[in-house]
């Protein structure tokens, strides 16, 4: 259950206004600057429908050109909506949106990873859900999918209880985390999650952040989706 603090339902506006005058800012370059936890998903869903759809459904797609985007399919890889070091599907409703050089910019110095680059914001609002699955990544080869996850959640903010493991991105030897951040916004710690892949073009975070513990619960299923799916492209 949510258990927004008071003034909580008037930051969640204030942050999407602000998102939104930067993602005003940055239309024509495809830049995705907006809040991870929108006053409404309903709301966010109607702003959604007039924004142009744009990515892969699996299938390759014109030379210079990105092929269209088809509800659940698998993103990741060159040509896709969003292009890093492996691939995964994408669970339904949900809207995955590719980022720019002055995107991923933008999204690294907002949330405070100057390590990695966005890549990719999968959205959860056309689900139903508040929240997003960011992918992140960089190019160091030479960083295990541990130390990768130990420098993504160092530079996060009020992190509490961080458990580290091994585990399996599909078939690939990986990392994951989980642990809880103190919000501004909430009476109560809220749990975060994220696995790391290292390959021979780089590092891939997969995290995933919701607005609350009920809403990250709702979410897990797509995380685990995209974990049990990930491929080298």
């Known amino acids: 259950m949510r258990k927004l603090t008071s ?3 008037a930051a969640v506006v204030t942050i999407g206004t602000l998102a939104g005058c930067s993602s005003a800012a940055e239309k024509g370059s495809g ?4 809040t ?3 006053a409404s998903a309903k709301a966010a869903n109607e702003s959604e429908k007039a924004k142009d759809k744009a ?3 699996g299938a390759a ?3 210079g050109k990105k092929a269209e985007w088809k509800d659940g399919g698998r993103i990741g890889g060159a040509g896709a909506v969003c292009e890093f070091p492996v691939s995964f599907e ?3 409703a949900w809207q995955p949106k590719g980022l720019d050089a002055e995107g991923a910019a933008f999204l690294s110095k907002w949330l405070g990873h100057p390590s990695f680059k966005g890549a990719c914001e999968i959205d959860a609002k056309p689900a139903g859900m508040i929240g997003y699955i960011r992918v992140w990544t960089a190019e160091r080869t030479d960083m295990s999918p541990r130390q990768a996850l130990e420098t993504f959640v160092a530079e996060e903010k009020n992190v509490t209880g961080k458990e580290f493991s091994d585990a399996k991105a599909g078939d690939l030897p990986a990392a994951e985390v989980v642990y809880e951040q103190k919000s501004p916004l ?3 710690p809220k749990p975060e999650q994220a696995f790391a892949v290292t390959t021979p073009k780089g590092v ?6 919701g607005l609350d513990s009920g809403e990250h619960k709702e979410m897990l299923p797509a995380y685990e989706l995209a974990k049990k799916t990930t491929k080298l492209p």
Do not use: M, N, R, Y
């Open 55 to 57: 990515g892969t459904g």
């Open 36 to 38: 991870p936890a929108p």
């Open 7 to 9: 003034g909580a339902v």
């Open 204 to 209: 891939t975070i997969v995290h995933l952040g």
């Open 31 to 34: 830049a995705a600057g907006e």
């Open 61 to 63: 797609g014109k030379a």
């Open 186 to 188: 909430l009476d109560e």
């Open 90 to 92: 994408v669970a339904k």
